[in-house]
T-cell receptor
């Protein structure tokens, strides 16, 4: 069984300040972990993925995440927020080879000017 | 380029109508596809696993007679919402998982039942 918990339902930051979106996971097997972003009325866009290679994963648009097995965490960070980063972010866990995924409840990121 | 094509992107129809949503795998043959549903301001929930040439596997609580899934070829899965009612209004998203790659999602279908 697998599950994922996004610790914050809403995060608000000022433009130019760092972003931290927290995610904890649970999986019976070695998981693959992902962060997706969804802008209003849009589909999902993959930000980055962890699939048992480097624990620090760099993604698109300046985002990165660090896989910490001891803490079962996969937090998403960005050094400096842009207005265009305002969206819904989903942490996703998938068992390698299983195909299907389990989504966290999502974190709404608001960026203030 | 896109790996998954989903059509239509937006559907508005009257209560009682049946609606078909198509999901196409563009670059590879997919023996398995997945259908998710997302209610407003909520996360995505897996509805069912579509299996080419055999019956779909439905998640607990999903009515298989309500949500008909057909996966007749290696590149196409369809989800038909039968006799749709306002409570079926939602965002439906399909996905495929190419070998060795993360899951690729379609752009979704926003279904509004009046």
């Amino acid at each position: 069984a697998q599950s994922v918990t996004q610790l914050d339902s809403h995060v608000s930051v000022s433009e130019g300040t760092p972003v931290l979106l927290r995610c904890n996971y649970s999986s019976s097997y070695s998981p693959s972990l992902f962060w997706y972003v969804q802008h209003p009325n849009k589909g999902l866009q993959l930000l980055l993925k962890y699939t048992s290679a480097a624990t620090l994963v760099k993604g698109i648009n300046g985002f990165e995440a660090e896989f910490k097995k001891s803490e079962t965490s996969f937090h998403l960070t960005k050094p400096s927020a842009h207005m265009s980063d305002a969206a819904e972010y989903f942490c996703v866990v998938s068992e390698v080879g299983a195909g299907k995924s389990t989504f966290g409840d999502g974190t709404t990121l608001t960026v203030k000017p | 380029g896109a790996v998954v094509s989903q059509h239509p992107s937006w559907v508005i129809c009257k209560s009682g109508t049946s609606v078909k949503i198509e999901c196409r795998s563009l670059d590879f043959q997919a023996t398995t596809m997945f259908w998710y549903r997302q209610f407003p301001k909520q996360s995505l929930m897996l509805m069912a696993t579509s299996n080419e040439g055999s019956k779909a596997t439905y998640e607990q609580g999903v009515e298989k007679d309500k949500f008909l899934i057909n996966h007749a070829s290696l590149t196409l899965s369809t989800l038909t919402v039968t006799s749709a009612h306002p409570e079926d209004s939602s965002f439906y998203i399909c996905s495929v998982t190419p070998q060795g790659q993360p899951q690729h999602f379609g752009d979704g279908t926003r279904l509004s039942i009046l």
